[in-house]
Nanobody
Framework: QVQLVESGGGLVQAGGSLELSCAAS????????MGWFHQAPGKEREFVAA????????FYADSVKGRVIISGDNAKNTIYLQMNSMKAEDTGVYYC???????????????????WGRGTQVTVSS
């Protein structure tokens, strides 16, 4: 069983920055790749960013490229999502998720992730 706990959400002004954290159960990153998803009010959950540990690759949605950085700290069992130049449309709940190692990392497909956190609320004021 993998536990994921997000934190760092809050209220931020448009143009500002915020860093989200996701604390995972110890050893998670040796068995799971990780992703961040965003669910805006009244909309479906959508992919934001993901990290593939073995290949040391990161992936981003086109809508956030250049504004968002995903990173991780194995020693702390934590991944981060640094968001800059924030916009009103970034408002919503952010979830981190874990996908077990397999032949292909379906980084943008939320149906392929095995574990989810409860999310952290981000509100961007314009």
């Amino acid at each position: 069983q993998v536990q994921l706990v997000e934190s760092g959400g809050g209220l931020v002004q448009a143009g500002g920055s915020l860093e989200l954290s996701c604390a995972a159960s110890e050893g998670t990153f040796s068995r799971y790749d990780m992703g961040w998803f965003h669910q805006a009010p009244g909309k479906e959950r959508e992919f934001v960013a993901a990290i593939n540990w073995r290949a040391r690759r990161t992936f981003y949605a086109d809508s956030v490229k250049g504004r968002v950085i995903i990173s991780g700290d194995n020693a702390k069992n934590t991944i981060y999502l640094q968001m800059n130049s924030m916009k009103a449309e970034d408002t919503g709940v952010y979830y981190c998720a874990a996908q077990s190692y397999g032949g292909t990392f379906y980084y943008s497909d939320d149906q392929k992730y095995d574990y989810w956190g409860r999310g952290t609320q981000v509100t961007v004021s314009s």
